[in-house]
């Protein structure tokens, strides 16, 4: 196999990019200085010749710059692409994790970089955009870290080797510059994602210009002394740093400054003596962007008045807790206009937040207090020293319980148009079916906190209903309803959003091949208890009470086992596929008082016909089971459905139902049939396995033939095989027809010249 830079290496440079080698499997060039590189075919051919064609092939952003969607929501980063083609033009698209992805473009006058703030969602990912620029670079071709697979170009538009570089798209500094804006935009408005970072824009600065576009305030000694009256010397302490700074820089870094730093400093509570002098002397009177007084002046907060404190205190002291998470003082901020959420703080960001909100306390020297601090001085102030808990439809006292109640009313009403949808389209007309899926939600409305340890999993086409029957049952308790799409959502770190969630849905979540994170599913769906991971917070152990709901249209969606008890597993009926005008009359009936009539009857439905901890046996768990099969199980599966016990698909040996065989070549056979991407167990252990299908094989004798010895072994008919897998692994399959006159006994010429 031709390796990419020996593929793309040499077109890359013909094409007109500059180009680096990229270390394999990493997103790292293998040589250094690399940002000085002018790359040549030589270069290329020197590359190839020094081991390094294995590796990736990257495009240094100086020619060419990248605009890197770092963003996970695949609604956001369409509009995203749409922006850019209508505002700046169609570029080819690269994919790594998907949905992110990078456009290349080209420039006439370089610039550094632009990145985007951070904002972080419920499952705290963090999505961002940023523009690769000068000094930079993007692996065009080779293999991603994380899914080790190989990066791929929107197959439309061709790769980047498919497009001459000055055929790109122009991208102008300011494009780039309206672009991040439109995505801080679009995340700030459309989003209920929080700020986590600001963003960063590096600009090339003359330093001979610096006085011209950093100047300094016309303001004297007083003056100065005077504004920083208005800030806060408890600041944060990055802010407190820029006080330092600008000073320095206003009177030129001469003592002047650092004593009247001092002086300020002293006014706050983490003042430490000497700490000004020497962290003044540290400041440099180069820089390249000093902080000045105008960036002083931005923290001068103005004083609110009396009844501006009566006005917000109290929703302060309704809406905001005091509560110790693992140790670390925390503030929870009840957020009513967001589905009524909950926002984690620490102390410090949240006095940052509400420093434009400060009263003038005391009579002989009044003093700024943060709204904040008064907020904690106050006697009304809620406290849970006990921590954190998640009690569904409960009161608790001690802790703060993060559940937020049920989003409607529950009141007697007609709930016949959500039956009719989930008999006739979830359950596909099946009522037994039907009367499972509904007293699986019942019990988790009427025992939240009684984990039954069953994943619901609904497959089927696009546009059948699938993901409307999790938004429906999801939408009676919006707080603790999660919908994701990425398995490290489920079973990866940072998992906070899970210690309040009731339904998890995995929307069209692929399940079924990570092996890796198998044990972790599993355990979620079971486990009564759950370790949560909050960033900046040490791990603990809180209740699990999480419900999942697997939507998704692939065949294989969930890793079921053989004596599977944990899934249960549907297909969606195809009647109302892509049917709107249907989907439309059943959101109108949920919205019109459908909704307070759907809790109420979950609330009251008999539970004692149903034992729901006896999943149905359906086609689909079926299915789920059979794609889940080991090596060994999956091969008698496969020859029993073939009617033949073969080497490979298209030829080789193989061994008839009913035959006598060499116990070695069935092995061997078994061996062959296991694909790249998995490993064959030896030997011993094939033949434990096989032992589980009692009689299947059998009668092991010892045979001669041309002076060589070797045993054999007898194979039950195809009939007999059949029943026994079906009744080993508590089966139905439904078993294709095997016309046995196009069978061959390859066989007999292992007997004639034991070669066995």
Known sequence: MMGFLQEYGHKLVEQ???????????????????????????DVDAWLSNGHKDGGVGVLCRNTIAVDIDCYDKNLNKKLVMWLEEN?????????????????????????????????????????????????????????????????????????????????????????EAFVSYFEQCAGNETNWELARKGVSHVDIDPDDISMLKPKMDVDEAGVKELLNSVDPD????????????????????????????????????????????????????????????????????????????????????EWAFVHVEGSARVIREDVGKGNSIVLYKLEDLKKEHMNCRVLSGDEKPKLLN?????????????????????????????????????????????????????????DGNQ?????????????????????????????????????????????????????????????????????????QADEAYWAGAKASEGALKDLLTNPEITIERKGVDAYTAPNYTRILFTSNEEFVVPASLDERRFAVFDVGIERKQDSKYFSQLDRWYNTGGAGALLEYLKTFDLSTTNLRLVPQTDALQDQKLEALNTV?????????????RENRVAGNCIGWGDEAPKS????????SVTKFQMPVKESAFWRAIRNYANMFSGETHKSVAGKRFRTIQVCGLEAGRFIFDASNGLKVDWAEFDESKTEDVFDDIWETGDA
């Open 235 to 318: 600041a944060h302490h990055d802010d407190w740093v820029k006080v330092g700074m600008a000073l320095h820089h206003h009177f030129d870094g001469a003592d002047t400054g650092w004593m009247i730093w001092d002086e300020w400093s002293a006014e706050g509570s983490k003042y430490r003596e000497n700490e000004c002098e020497r962290r003044y002397a540290t400041f440099d009177t180069k820089g390249r962007a000093p902080v000045t007084m105008a960036s002083v002046k931005q923290m001068e907060k103005a004083v609110v008045s009396e009844q501006v404190i009566e006005e917000r205190l109290p929703r302060m002291l309704k």
């Open 371 to 427: 709204l904040v601090d008064m907020w904690l001085e106050h006697p009304d102030r809620r406290t849970y020293a006990a921590g954190l808990s998640f009690a569904p439809d409960m009161e608790i006292l001690d802790r703060y319980n993060l559940w937020r109640g049920w989003s409607f009313i529950p009141l007697k009403g007609d709930v016949e148009p959500w039956l009719e949808f989930v008999t006739s389209v979830v359950a």
């Open 633 to 645: 199980d999956q091969w008698l599966y496969n020859g029993l459905m073939s009617g033949e016990l």
């Open 16 to 42: 007109g990019y500059e180009i680096v080698p990229i270390m394999k499997n990493k997103k790292a060039p293998m040589l250094s200085g690399w940002q000085d590189i002018r790359s040549t075919h030589e």
């Open 432 to 504: 037994i079916h039907a009367n499972y899926i509904i007293s699986w939600a019942a019990q988790m409305v009427q025992h939240p906190m009684d984990k039954i340890g069953v994943g619901l999993v609904l497959r089927g086409r696009k546009g059948t209903g699938k993901t409307k029957f999790g938004e429906l049952l999801g939408g009676l308790f919006k707080a603790h309803h999660k919908i994701v799409s990425r398995a490290e959502h489920v079973t990866g770190n940072f998992n906070r959003h899970l210690e309040d969630t009731l339904l998890l």
């Open 665 to 672: 070549e069935i092995y061997h056979i078994y061996c062959s």
């Open 88 to 176: 700046v033009g169609t570029s080819p698209v690269r994919y790594g994790n998907f949905p992110k992805c990078i456009l290349p473009y080209r420039v006439e006058q370089t610039f550094k970089k632009i990145r985007s703030c951070e904002y972080e969602d419920a499952m705290s990912t963090t999505h961002a955009v940023e523009v690769l620029a000068d000094g930079q670079q993007f692996v065009a071709y080779g293999v991603h870290p994380t899914t080790q697979k190989p990066y791929r170009w929107n197959a439309s538009r061709g790769g980047i080797a498919d497009h001459a570089q000055n055929s790109l798209p122009l991208m102008t500094r300011e494009k780039a």
